[in-house]
């Protein structure tokens, strides 16, 4: 029953007359009390009426009652989930959150890794000689939490890979193998690896990169009995009077066997930049490793006088060159 079915004036009147009464201190109405305070101001209620009244004041006090009662325990529930969410966040932060990373680390350059450690340590990537060597990241006190990973630059500065490594840790220490397979063309001089710990960088290594044992040498004849075939002597001025070839002589200490299967080219240049000759060696060591030499030339009968110069190329990129002269 609400108010609204109740569609008497006078009604109204009483439950507010009533409800101000009751409210004063050490005041209680009765029945009687209330029908007579209604006929002292001139109102005629049936008992009906007032009955209705009591049932709608005391609906009134009972919904008051109850939507108080439903507001404490909201008020309840909330203190309890935020008990539960401030607990549940602490034991988050202390479980979850990423140890601050104080290890050491430790980065070598070797051509082979043998159950985590460097079987020996090399202080340049050299071209000819390695086709593959490899970075080892060593890292220690760190936590499995602490993320990884690592940037390589070339000697023009640019970032040449950058990769996450996994934290596969077992106990506080990790090793991390870092592939280098540098092609022919790669930029010569300081590259650098850097290490990163949670975005922060943890270690810097400069190294190497370059063509390795490769001698070029000019000369006008090539010693046979050598077993490598070496030069007579060294050339950089060549005179038609007294020299008949003017050789190209190319040789390595040690090359992998992974760089063959290309051509060496020599392209000799005249002095006013056009091609002389052009002229291709076949790269085909039988070996892992293995000392190899080439040569070829020109002949200076009938070639311009004036500075010349041969440049050789190895798959496709230009390696090195040389200048001399040819006078008469």
């Known amino acids: 029953?609400?108010?609204?079915?109740?569609?008497?004036?006078?009604?109204?009147?009483?439950?507010?007359?009533?409800?101000?009464?009751?409210?004063?201190?050490?005041?209680?109405?009765?029945?009687?009390?209330?029908?007579?305070?209604?006929?002292?101001?001139?109102?005629?209620?049936?008992?009906?009426?007032?009955?209705?009244?009591?049932?709608?004041?005391?609906?009134?006090?009972?919904?008051?009652?109850?939507?108080?009662?439903?507001?404490?325990?909201?008020?309840?529930?909330?203190?309890?989930?935020?008990?539960?969410?401030?607990?549940?966040?602490?034991?988050?932060?202390?479980?979850?959150?990423?140890?601050?990373?104080?290890?050491?680390?430790?980065?070598?350059?070797?051509?082979?890794?043998?159950?985590?450690?460097?079987?020996?340590?090399?202080?340049?990537?050299?071209?000819?000689?390695?086709?593959?060597?490899?970075?080892?990241?060593?890292?220690?006190?760190?936590?499995?939490?602490?993320?990884?990973?690592?940037?390589?630059?070339?000697?023009?500065?640019?970032?040449?890979?950058?990769?996450?490594?996994?934290?596969?840790?077992k106990g506080k220490d990790i090793f991390v193998v870092v592939p280098l397979f540098l092609p022919i063309g790669t930029p010569l001089g300081e590259w650098r690896i850097e290490v990163w710990v949670d975005d922060k960088k943890v270690k810097t290594m400069p190294f190497q990169v370059t063509w390795g044992s490769m001698e070029v040498t000019l000369t006008d004849n090539i010693d046979d009995k050598s077993y490598k075939k070496s030069p007579l002597r060294k050339l950089e001025n060549f005179k038609k009077s007294e020299h008949t070839y003017a050789i190209c002589y190319v040789y390595w200490s040690l090359l992998d066997k992974n760089r063959g299967g290309n051509s060496l080219i020599m392209k000799w240049i005249r002095p006013d930049g056009t091609q002389e000759k052009e002229q291709k060696i076949a790269i085909s060591p039988t070996v892992e490793k293995s000392y190899y030499w080439a040569k070829a030339g020109i002949t200076l009968q009938l070639v311009p006088v004036g500075t010349w110069k041969v440049e050789l190329w190895y798959a496709d990129s230009k390696i090195t060159e040389r200048s001399f002269t040819v006078e008469n």
């Open 1 to 169: 029953m609400s108010k609204q079915q109740i569609d008497d004036d006078d009604l109204s009147r009483l439950l507010e007359i009533a409800h101000r009464l009751s409210m004063e201190e050490g005041k209680k109405m009765t029945l009687q009390q209330i029908k007579a305070t209604a006929e002292e101001m001139g109102m005629s209620i049936s008992p009906e009426k007032i009955d209705k009244a009591f049932l709608l004041l005391q609906q009134e006090k009972n919904e008051a009652k109850l939507k108080k009662e439903a507001t404490q325990r909201q008020m309840i529930i909330a203190g309890v989930l935020a008990v539960c969410l401030l607990i549940g966040g602490a034991y988050w932060y202390i479980m979850k959150r990423i140890p601050r990373f104080e290890g050491t680390t430790h980065i070598t350059m070797t051509s082979k890794v043998v159950q985590g450690k460097a079987s020996d340590i090399l202080k340049e990537y050299r071209l000819f000689e390695y086709s593959q060597s490899n970075l080892l990241i060593e890292i220690e006190d760190i936590d499995r939490r602490n993320q990884l990973h690592y940037e390589i630059y070339d000697a023009t500065n640019q970032l040449y890979l950058r990769k996450k490594a996994e934290n596969n840790a």
